[in-house]
């Protein structure tokens, strides 16, 4: 009986896992098909591109931040 369950539960986990693997892989599908046809990058800023902008502290270009446009809200 015991060697029968230590059979069971071994083959309980390799289920499992190769489920959890499947599972992954068709979740990283998308990217692979958004890769083959050649689509742009996703996850670049949505505002502008970003440049090096120097810290108001130090001086040094330590962040990388979207260029602000000065324009007069009023008009």
Do not use: N
């Not at 959890?20 to 949505?46: N, Y």
């Amino acid at each position: 009986m015991e060697e029968t369950l230590q059979r069971d539960r071994r083959k309980f986990l390799r289920q499992a896992a190769v489920g959890t693997l499947a599972l992954w892989v068709t979740s990283l599908q998308d990217f692979a098909v958004r890769k083959a046809f050649g689509a742009p990058h996703v996850g670049g800023s949505p505002y502008r591109p970003i440049s090096p902008t120097l810290d108001q502290t130090t001086g040094l270009p330590l962040l990388q931040l979207p260029r602000v446009s000065v324009t007069c809200p009023m008009g």
